[in-house]
């Protein structure tokens, strides 16, 4: 079909499978109704037409079934399909355009106490990545109920649902909880489904050191594809493994850097921890392009250009998109004290959603 210069190809059964009327969708929560093995593969329209004022297409099928689209709607899905999906709502950053662009922290009463400072809050995350609280207790009590006000759970990880430093540092010989140099990486890439956020609550700050650093990992992603293709499909097609190995734990996962699962869309998690990767088992050749493309993209991401440095004082929670950053902590001398929980995506996705209001305006991560 063609709406004005637009040209548009649908097959029949999946116009068919897609009606959007009471029968065939329940509109409460976008659940079908009719399932495509039901439909003839070779269905074709009785009767087709498109309004004088072209804004839906009209379709009567041969058993009298008639089914009204909106060209706007039709319009999007064709384009999802064929075109690469830009999410509008977000901003990919280097350090300056980040120093620039970042809105103030939201204060931990406003979050607590009304719905904008929650929306704040999240929408600032899902544009940046990353957001900042002011004004929270010192106090490790307040770190559940953080959660707890937008109904998003803690995600348990193999350490609990809250990582307390120092005491897990007395337990565990994981470099991240020493006071070394923690170099970038995004959190349980070991995990098939690692924490799509995690929250750090600052206690005791070091007086020396302990800056933690990020950098935009998907934005480095993105400028890989562009200006080094070859490096941007091994990265996403290449298989390697990740694993967590403690007392009593040993978590693996194989998969790729890159995990993207549509071609018109950017990567849904990077993985990235060279501390937790585990034997390369790829044939020479491939080895061979995996390291070079490994090498490109580290060399963006801690390209200082790149590097947003913050150092954490108690009062402040930093939440941190842990499928798009990449972060680490500078080396630092004395003591910290800080609470680290996580958030599953889905919960945090969800409530983004219903806040804001309009879930086309997040289609295109999918």
């Known amino acids: 079909m063609r709406v004005d210069t637009e040209r548009m190809e649908f097959n029949y059964i999946w116009l068919r499978d897609h009606c959007r009327c009471d029968a065939c969708l329940r509109s409460s929560n976008m659940q079908r109704l009719i399932n495509p093995i039901d439909i003839d593969p070779n269905i074709a329209p009785d009767q087709v037409s498109i309004t004088d004022d072209k804004r839906e297409l009209q379709i009567t099928w041969p058993d009298g079934h008639s089914t009204s689209y909106q060209i706007d709607w039709l319009g999007k899905s064709y384009r999802r399909s064929t075109q690469r999906q830009e999410d509008k709502n977000r901003i990919f950053w280097d350090r300056h355009t980040l120093e620039a662009s970042l809105p103030p922290a939201v204060e931990f009463e406003k979050y607590m106490e009304s719905e904008e400072g929650v929306e704040r809050l999240l929408q600032n995350l899902h544009k940046f990545g990353i957001a900042f609280m002011s004004g929270v207790p010192k106090t490790r009590a307040v770190t559940r109920a953080i959660g707890e006000r937008i109904n998003a759970p803690m995600k348990d990880t193999i350490y609990g649902e809250i990582e307390f430093f120092p005491e897990l540092a007395k337990k565990l010989d994981d470099h991240g909880f020493s006071n070394g140099y923690l170099p970038f990486h995004t ?39 562009e200006s080094h293709p070859e490096h941007y499909e091994a990265l996403a097609t290449l298989p390697v493994a990740f694993h967590k190995i403690e007392k009593g734990i040993f978590v693996r996962s194989v998969t790729t850097v890159f995990d993207v699962r ?46 947003y440095t913050v150092k954490g004082m108690p009062g402040t929670m930093i939440f941190v998109d842990n499928w798009r950053l990449a972060h680490g902590r500078l080396a630092y001398e004395g003591t910290r004290e800080l609470e680290m929980f996580f958030w599953s995506k889905d919960r945090i996705r969800s409530k983004l959603r219903t806040t804001v209001g309009n879930v086309d305006d997040f289609a295109g991560e999918y």
């Open 187 to 225: 959190d349980f890439p070991s995990h098939y489904d690692p924490p799509g956020y995690l929250t750090l609550h600052y206690l005791k700050q070091s007086e020396v050191g302990g800056e933690t650093i990020f950098s935009d990992a998907l934005r480095a992603a993105r400028i890989l594809r």
């Open 262 to 307: 549509d071609p018109n869309q950017d990567p849904v998690i990077i993985r990235s921890s060279n501390d937790d990767r585990s034997v390369l088992t790829l044939p020479a050749p491939n080895a061979k392009r995996w390291y070079a493309a490994w090498r490109q993209f580290r060399q963006i991401v801690t390209d200082p250009n790149n590097i």
